[in-house]
């Protein structure tokens, strides 16, 4: 079809306001995923674990030779050590290809070209991670937690154990803040996501075993904090009340977690740029 | 006029050699070495860091009745939990699902298959030089983390005949698990999420499951054949010492070959009949 008009005209659509651009990379990451069919498929196993706790609760409410089921504050602290494999498959499935697929397509530079600063567009990035991977550590978790009202038909237990609701909350960000920026920051350094949940998956699982060599070798586990998994777990015991597994004094471990969270920002601050500068 | 030049196309063996010629020197000299090498270089630091304290007498290694621990038995413990739980299963992941899904993803995949040589070949000659690029970086780092550890407290000579079986138990684990991701690397299209799904995911809670299920499972044949006591690093090691019983080597080395003919055989297939669409 010819063009018989080549005119300029004027953006008819609405600009974002200022330091809101970020959403609409969100909603479109967002939407992106919702779409496909694999996607769902892993958010729905990654609620079994719920669903399986919801009839323990049932069970543990309704049925005296199952009361054995009754949910305790460990029971939460457990379900988020088994939800870290799911965090884990999510992670890589969403957030490997977030900024290295822009890198291999080059368009980053198209990005930062419109009305969008470069924090916005790693905050919009980290918003998509970081709202699908709430959606299968807190949002189920405090699902639970009003199953367990619901079921039980009195708020006894969340009464007697009042720190549950806000544990369960700061753990959750803690966890997800965390795991988000690292993958993030590692997307950023690659344009292939293969090469990048590969990284992922090598940061995770060799940083466990080593300090599992370790803990062999010195005979205790003072050396946790060099695992980034270990580091959670100690800090989720904390939160959550429970004695910490591990030797390693939790402040060493939230001052790790920290240092992950800033090198991480350092990372993402060199990396995402407009233009890249080859001397 | 001249007749027309006939050209007699190259056999399976030919194709795949020329392919593997050409592979293994983007494979040894590529970025993804950098990973490789972190993942082999690590150990060996690890145990030159272990060795210098060692000389200072300040480890505290475990006793048991009173002798303490040696580093035969430390040098088993590295090869459990580093090689045979990690290193060798997050390459053949990382290397296997690579093979084809590179080439997809670089928009190259067009001009290999628009050669006149059979497609199954260039994945083959592909394994190849990833079975070649892993066996030599993966077994020298052992090597030298055995003659760092195995002084500790003992004789070089001591653990020498578990050394040998080592290098082959993970030369065999790196073909199996290699052939069995070149396939799901051939067949699906977000190969690396399904590789670590099985690998991580699945192969570690069927190993504690009784009955058959294990047996769905490289890690099973695989760990049987490792010459070293499985360290009680974590309740799954317990559960897997009480669930104890795995096949004996001649079973375990007779499943893993089938393993890697029957998913090479596989990913060759899946290869010449596989529609590869490139994103645009």
Redesign the interface.
């Known amino acids: 079809m010819p063009i018989h008009d080549q005119g300029y005209r004027r953006y008819a659509g609405t600009r974002a306001p200022r330091g809101r651009a970020w959403t609409v990379i969100t909603r479109a990451g967002m939407r992106t995923f919702f779409g496909r069919r694999?996607f769902l498929g892993l958010l729905l196993l990654s609620w079994s674990q719920f669903f399986v706790r919801t009839v323990q609760i049932y069970a543990a409410a309704n049925l005296p030779q199952a009361a054995f089921f009754a949910p305790t504050p460990e029971t939460f602290r457990r379900f988020f050590s088994i939800q870290e494999?799911f965090v884990?498959?999510m992670t890589?499935?969403v957030g490997?290809g977030l900024i290295a697929n822009d890198r291999r397509a080059n368009a980053l530079q198209i990005y930062l070209s419109k009305p969008l600063t470069r924090v916005e567009y790693v905050f919009g990035k980290l918003a998509i991670l970081m709202t699908l991977l709430l959606l299968i550590t807190w949002v189920p978790a405090i699902l639970l937690l009003i199953v367990q009202i619901l079921f039980a038909g009195s708020f006894t237990f969340v009464r007697s154990n009042g720190y549950l609701l806000p544990a369960i909350t700061l753990f959750s960000f803690v966890d997800v803040v965390t795991v988000s920026t690292t993958m993030l920051a590692l997307s950023s350094l690659?344009n292939?996501?293969?090469?990048v949940?590969?990284?992922y998956?090598?940061v995770i699982?060799?940083s466990r075993?080593?300090f599992?060599?370790?803990?062999?070798?010195?005979?205790?586990s003072t050396l946790s904090w060099i695992s980034f998994s270990v580091n959670l777990d100690q800090i989720g015991d904390v939160i959550f009340r429970l004695p910490p597994q591990y030797d390693t004094p939790w402040p060493v471990s939230l001052l790790t977690i920290v240092g992950l969270i800033v090198a991480s920002a350092i990372v993402l601050e060199r990396r995402v740029r407009g233009v890249e500068i080859v001397a | 006029m001249t007749p027309p030049a006939t050209h007699a196309t190259p056999t399976v063996l030919a194709s795949t050699a020329r392919i593997f010629d050409l592979s293994l020197g983007q494979m040894l000299w590529s970025r993804r070495s950098v990973f490789l090498a972190f993942l082999v270089g690590g150990p060996v630091l690890l145990a030159a860091g272990i060795r210098v304290v060692s000389a200072a007498d300040r480890l505290g290694l475990p006793q048991i009745n009173g002798a303490r621990v040696g580093g035969a038995a430390l040098f088993g413990t590295m090869i459990w939990l580093l090689y045979v739980r990690v290193i060798v299963p997050v390459l053949g992941v990382f290397y296997g699902t690579s093979l084809v899904a590179d080439e997809v993803d670089d928009k190259t995949i067009t001009y290999l298959f628009t050669r006149p040589i059979p497609r199954a070949a260039v994945l083959f000659g592909k394994y190849l030089a990833y079975l070649v690029c892993t066996v030599l970086l993966v077994l020298p780092s052992v090597v030298f983390v055995y003659f760092l550890v195995a002084p500790i407290g003992g004789t070089i000579g001591e653990a020498f005949p578990t050394l040998v079986a080592d290098l082959g138990m993970l030369a065999v684990g790196l073909t199996a698990y290699g052939a069995v991701f070149a396939w799901v690397g051939a067949r699906m299209r977000r190969p690396l999420v399904v590789g670590l799904v099985f690998t991580f995911g699945w192969e570690p809670v069927v190993l504690v499951v009784p009955g058959y299920l294990k047996r769905l499972t490289v890690a099973y044949y695989l760990q049987a054949l490792v010459p070293h006591a499985m360290p009680r690093d974590s309740p799954v090691s317990v559960l897997l010492q009480v669930f104890s019983g795995g096949p004996s080597v001649p079973t375990s080395l007779a499943s893993l070959a089938a393993i890697a003919v029957v998913a090479l055989w596989w990913a060759g297939r899946s290869v010449e009949k596989q529609e590869y669409v490139l994103e645009q």
Do not use: I, P
């Open positions: 694999a494999l884990f498959v890589v499935y490997a690659s292939s996501s293969r090469y949940g590969m990284l998956a090598g699982f060799f075993a080593l599992n060599v370790l803990r062999f070798v010195t005979g205790a």
